[in-house]
């Protein structure tokens, strides 16, 4: 994966009635229908002209965009709001991705956080029709023949792969993570201009250890326990091997496999195929970058350095040890060493703080792990705040509400503006609401969610929430790295999404002391993310587009917003 010959990474779309045949010779030793089978956004048929009297007299004359803006705003639940849009991607993708991006606002959180979880826990129940690949343990030996079974091969160049091993914070989902890859491939759609026919979403099935799926009459996935350790390794070991075998211009994105997988396939592939980890990686990008403009209007406030600010973890998972590596990179710009950048984090999870001389220690936790507390173990949040004084308080626990007013007002005692920021997802698990947070504080609150919060008056002043929405970096990851022909994903392409992220913002989104820019603009500021990974890769070596390198910024600038697909 990752070598290519062309700067042109998004080839035209082959006919639809090619891939029509494509994917029915694919499937036809399948007793079902064609019909059945096939992914409708493979196999609709170009448009035909319809005798008259075959449509309403004035149809030609109503907006199909206003017509489907009408019906999605009439559905009741978030969830009929889902499956309405999944139905109209299949029935027309264009008009999907007009209605996504021109209402972003609006439908971003309908086609992933919040709305996902839900789309997630109830997918076997609600499934309609093919999207994607699925890819069980029972393969193992011929997964390259699924791979085959691709009907768009020659032109796919990004894939979201989940095992469904820790959907967000709702945990094992099994083969019910699937709307996690395809809601995020149509982000980078929307968010990037990836073209629609570049995207694969894949689920992997080795089972479930979720007992309510295991008891499931319609739970469409392997009805067993998880496979082994050993098991797993051998099989994705194959599937990453056949994947760079059928697919070699393919950048790959790990999604929500369980905490310890997620680093150690990280660290197995990351060298020898170009793969990232939205969770750990870009999870930290997108929280680096809120943090520095977060940082700089703290430090306005109290008159400390941003050398000495000081961040608490709750929450030490993939998710939070990720972010906590990332945020490494804000105290090395201000000119501290990794281990002084190092002491400036603590970690929490279950048991309390993280000390070196805990028993047991899971081996991503020890890089954070304190080795400066000598005293009895410390457990109760509040009594850490107290000691260690942080000027951040950051959440990727998936605890709801565990940021009670005692906790928000320790840390508003202590800071003149208290950096919060309760990053879980969806927001049933969200620390801490918004409106609580500006009620406790007095108005000071930094704050920054993982999922959308409405604005809140106060004290005769409209709020804006922050939003650390990882659709503000992995989309312009995704697109920076295929355009600059990336053998590799490195760590200073990922930093510098984030700076991307933190010099984005407008001067009117800099007045109202945002801390990111509005998801509006996220098309430009998707191009900026590009541009800073197109270069870094560069300076990195591990980029493959040579045209690239003697042009201006202007010139690559221009040239990626020239790549960007427009329905």
Known sequence: MGNTNSLSSFPNLKSKSAMSKSLANANAT?????????????????????????????????????RALLQLRSKTSMLEKYVFMMQLKDQDEDLFYKVTMGNTTEVIPVLYTPTVGDACLNFSHIYRRPDGL???????????????????????????????????GLGDLGVNGMPISIGKLSLYVAGAGIRPS???????????????????????????????????????????????????????????????NAFKYLARFRNQYPVFNDDIQGTGAVVLGGFINAAKLSSAASGKPLSQHRILFFGAGSAGV????????????????????????????????????????????????????????VKDLEE??????????????????????????????????????????PLTMCELDFQDAVKWTDGKVLFSSGSPYKNVEYGGTVLEPGQGNNMFVFPGIGLGSLLAQATSVTDSMIEASAIA???????????????????????????????????????????????????????????????????
């Open 384 to 425: 850490i705040i107290n000691l260690v004084k942080p000027t951040a308080l950051l959440g990727l626990s998936t605890q709801h509400g565990a940021f009670t007013e005692q906790i928000v007002k320790a840390m508003a005692a202590i800071n003149p503006r208290p950096i919060i920021f309760p990053l879980s997802n």
């Open 198 to 260: 570049s995207t694969m979403p894949i689920c992997l099935d080795l089972g479930t250890n979720n007992d309510k799926f295991l008891a499931d009459p319609l739970y469409l996935g392997r009805q067993t326990k998880r496979v082994s350790d050993k098991e797993m390794e051998e099989f994705m070991d194959e599937f990453m091997t056949e994947m760079s075998v059928h697919f070699p211009k393919l950048l790959v994105q790990f999604e929500d496999f369980s905490t310890d």
């Open 322 to 377: 990720g972010v906590a590596q990332q945020l490494m990179s804000f105290f090395k710009l201000q000119g501290l060493t990794e281990d002084q950048a190092r002491e400036c984090i603590w970690t929490v999870d279950s048991q309390g703080l993280i000390t070196a001389d805990r028993k047991n220690l899971p081996e991503h936790k020890k890089f954070f792990a304190r080795k400066d507390h000598t005293g009895p173990p």
């Open 134 to 168: 699925f890819i069980s343990i029972d393969d193992k030996g011929k997964i390259g023949s699924i791979l085959r079974s691709w009907p768009r091969r020659e032109e796919a160049r990004i894939s979201v792969v989940t095992d469904g091993s820790r959907i967000l």
């Open 501 to 567: 992220v933190s010099e984005s913002l407008t001067p009117d989104e800099k007045a109202h002391e945002l801390m990111y820019p509005r998801i509006t603009r996220i098309r430009e500021i998707s191009a900026q993310v590009a541009l800073k990974v197109i270069r870094t890769a560069q300076a990195a070596g591990v980029d493959q587009a040579k045209p690239l390198r003697t042009m201006t910024d202007a010139q690559v600038l221009s040239f990626i917003q020239q790549k960007m697909w427009t329905p």
């Open 30 to 66: 399948s007793a079902e229908s064609e019909q059945q089978q096939r992914p409708a956004r493979f196999a609709v048929a170009a448009p035909v002209k319809l005798a008259h009297g075959l449509l309403p007299p004035r149809y030609s004359k109503v907006s199909p965009l206003d």
